[in-house]
């Protein structure tokens, strides 16, 4: 679209190619209205992008978003995607040394297996059904929650009356996760394994009486009615490139390398200015649908900006010759990188690394946690690179507010992609470096974002992966019918922040285009 075009109308303009905005384009494009989504780089996709990031290597990687399980079907369904998960047999895998022994626990390839793995690990039958009555519980939750997503907002009572069990309400919704975890199991490793749900992308303690981990926790096991983390087929980037053509065929505008620059509205319309390479422009619109971060939002529209966000976490992306072997005889490095690979994630770790962390100190045992894409998908490697047995690996660091990065960037990255794989090292049989496959340049591959990357990549605040502090999936004071609405009437944030925002679900786009086609 020509930056000198002049001011044309649309009946919607979505500020912000990402997943949410193409979820919005389409259904509104499928509904008849006429569309245009601006999107300020050269591609669509946002965070969920495959990109290929070493040179020479044919390596299609989930670059930033990487795991689907809040997506509902019903937007797959409703959109007509051509897109697919695979589901991981394996759930987790978690190494330790008990005894001056090396050994793990390994949770899936059956129930049979899980029992035994527990049993070997704790010397009893205890924790399991502990765990199964724990998961039993939050899947249960799962199928009442996960369904109200793409409802109107219900009310805090009425979600309570949905869930209709006292107990689960109690344990997600009023205390401090940490007290579910502590009262129901025993074993230092296992009430790790349980609590990491409730810290990806959050900084917070067990016990933080904010209960913003609750939040997390919450959102981390009712994807999909049952908390299954899925591999997209092809890589993330397939599911934004079959939602952007899902788009244009309904009939959107898509419009890369325009950057919105302003909203000016009255709350009946609106004009949304952008620039390009080649000049400036502006499109009227009766809606406009951000999809970007509050802050973004604020600034865009002149309003006062929301309190500042903070992510916590460090990506790492690699590519592996082979698998490394483990130290724990009994486990098949096959199965343990296809579920996901907790390091140094014991529950008095977590606590410890997050008092380093708020003391304003790298953890000095930095938990994270790993998981192998190309073995459930092979199809994101070249055919040469999976015949040779390449795969790949995504490291997910916990623990890591923006604020420790301040100070020296570059220099705090490689100090703690350092301490991290070092970790890693010491559960290996081998080195993780003697695995490295190198680029076309000879560097190994091997790639690390901080938040402060994530912020100056992809504008995320503060590098937070949320955008801001996850909602409770209930209305309150000012979240409107949907929790998209703002306090202009026809501007509607539909990205991350929104309520019931976060992750890969395209449920804020679901959301934003249902508030728009419930007004005319």
């Not at 670059?63 to 697919?84: E, H, N, T």
Request: overall charge negative; some cysteine.
């Amino acid at each position: 679209m020509p930056a000198n075009e002049g001011t044309r109308a649309y009946d919607a303009v979505i500020v912000g190619g990402g997943h949410n905005g193409l979820v919005a384009a389409a259904y509104l494009a499928r509904a008849g209205r006429s569309v245009l989504v601006l999107e300020r780089l050269d591609h669509t996709g946002g965070a969920a992008v495959s990109t290929r990031p070493f040179a020479g290597v044919d390596a299609r990687l989930s670059r930033y978003s990487y795991l689907v399980s809040l997506l509902p079907q019903k937007i797959v369904s409703d959109l007509g995607l051509d897109f697919r998960l695979r589901s991981r047999t394996i759930s987790s895998y978690t190494p330790v040394e008990r005894d001056g022994r090396p050994t793990g626990l390994l949770v899936g390839g059956g129930e049979q297996r899980t029992r035994e793995a527990f049993t070997r690990l704790t010397g009893g039958e205890r924790e399991y059904d502990a765990w199964q009555r724990f998961y039993g519980m939050t899947g249960q939750v799962a199928q009442r929650v996960f369904p109200t997503l793409t409802e109107p907002l219900p009310t805090r009572d009425e979600l309570r009356r949905r869930i209709d069990d006292e107990t689960a309400w109690r344990a997600l919704f009023e205390e401090p996760i940490g007290v579910a975890v502590e009262g129901r199991f025993s074993d230092d490793l296992v009430r790790g394994v349980v609590l990491t749900d409730a810290l990806i992308g959050t900084f917070a303690d067990a016990h933080d009486p904010s209960l913003a981990q609750n939040r997390c926790f919450l959102y981390h096991v009712i994807g999909g009615g049952t908390g299954a983390w899925d591999v997209p087929v092809g890589g993330m980037g397939a599911l934004t490139d079959a939602l952007a053509a899902a788009a244009r065929s309904a009939g959107a505008v898509i419009a890369t390398g325009h950057e919105v620059v302003r909203i000016d509205t009255d709350g009946h319309t609106a004009e949304v200015a952008y620039r390009t390479a080649d000049g400036e422009g502006a499109a009227a619109a009766r809606h406009v649908l951000v999809n970007a971060s509050p802050q973004a939002l604020a600034a865009l529209t002149g309003d006062t900006s929301p309190e500042p966000a903070e992510g916590a976490q460090l990506k790492v992306n690699m590519l592996l010759t082979r698998l490394p072997k483990l130290r724990d005889p009994d486990a098949d490095p096959r199965e343990a990188f296809a579920g996901t690979f907790h390091i140094a994630e014991g529950y008095r770790q977590l606590a410890t690394a997050h008092a380093q962390a708020a003391a304003g100190e790298l953890p000095a045992t930095p938990p994270s946690e790993i998981y192998c894409h190309s073995l459930t998908d092979p199809t994101i490697l070249g055919p040469d690179l999976a015949e040779r047995g390449y795969q790949t690996l995504t490291l997910f660091g916990l623990h890591t507010p923006a604020r420790l990065f301040d100070r020296d960037n570059d220099a705090v990255r490689e100090e703690l992609l350092k301490s991290t794989l070092a970790q890693l090292d010491a559960h290996l049989a081998e080195p993780l470096a003697d695995c490295l496959a190198t680029d076309a340049d000879g560097r190994p591959c091997i790639e690390a974002k901080t938040p402060l990357d994530l912020e100056r990549d992809l504008r995320l605040p503060g590098g937070n992966i949320f955008h801001r502090a996850l909602s409770w999936p209930y209305a309150q004071e000012d979240t409107g019918r949907w929790g998209v609405e703002t306090r202009h009437t026809n501007v509607l944030l539909c990205g991350a922040g929104a309520v019931r925002g976060g992750g890969v679900s395209g449920v804020p786009g679901h959301n934003a285009a249902m508030a728009v086609l419930e007004r005319n």
